[in-house]
């Protein structure tokens, strides 16, 4: 189900410091006790923002780590958060796990938290519509489908931050330029010469480098296998 229903929490407190046009998602998030939440979030901010100094003006939420990503979509820098947050009983997510929901990606803006769960029946979901609606005072469903699988849980951006992390700044530009191209689309719908053009570099060049590159990104998968 794809859903709408009030904002709330420390992320909220969080986009009430920064501009109507800011969003954060929740990449990963595990409960650890007494209602402190560890939390790894994406902010895209309308402007550059200082995280410490952020953080540090809310009460209950320790900074763990944070980097700052570019997000080649929107021209927007995005920046992650890792922090253990002491969230509100009971805690959207908590309520969303409570109900024996899958919680497949949760957004929040100024004036909404909107995600896409699963569940696993109709009475499921009318529960959960009610627990929402009693809780938050707003409950919207957006769209509901049938579906065989239960779609990727919340934590299944890790293997992307995995990629980011281990490879370098001209292999991961040189993966997303021919991909963007359609360089690996079948039937190729862009050339080695043409992505190279859009680099600026050499034909050669660049199939040396996405040679590495497609090697390290394999060494990822496969290296626990290689022996």
């Known amino acids: 189900m794809d859903f709408e229903t009030a904002p709330s929490g420390v992320a909220n407190l969080l986009v009430s410091q920064l501009s109507e046009t800011c969003r954060i998602e929740f990449e990963n998030v595990f409960y650890a006790a007494d209602g402190d939440w560890i939390e790894s979030l994406l902010v895209i901010p309308e402007s550059p923002i200082d995280p410490e100094a952020m953080i540090e003006s809310l009460s209950g939420v320790e900074l763990l780590h944070f980097e700052q990503v570019s997000d080649d979509r929107n021209n927007q820098q ?13 805690f ?6 409570r109900e024996k929901s899958i919680p497949n990606r949760l957004v929040l803006t100024s004036d909404r938290f909107s995600g896409v769960a699963t569940v696993a029946a109709w009475d499921d ?8 609606q009693e809780q938050y005072g707003k409950f919207e469903l957006l769209s509901v489908s049938q579906v065989e699988t239960t779609g990727a849980p919340l934590g299944s951006g890790q293997l992307s931050r995995v990629v980011r992390n281990e490879l370098s700044d001209d292999q991961l530009l040189i ?53």
Do not use: C, W
């Open 175 to 227: 993966l997303q330029v021919a991909y963007k191209m359609g360089y690996f689309d079948t039937p190729r719908t862009a050339s080695a010469d043409d992505v190279a053009a859009e680099l600026d570099i050499a034909q050669s060049t660049f199939s040396e480098r996405l040679r590495l590159a497609e090697s390290e990104l394999l060494g990822l998968a496969f290296s626990a296998n290689k022996d």
């Open 92 to 97: 959207l997510l908590g309520l969303l796990l």
């Open 125 to 132: 979901f009318r529960r959960l519509a009610d627990k929402l």
């Open 78 to 90: 995005t920046y992650r958060f890792n922090i253990v947050a002491h969230e509100p009983y009971p």
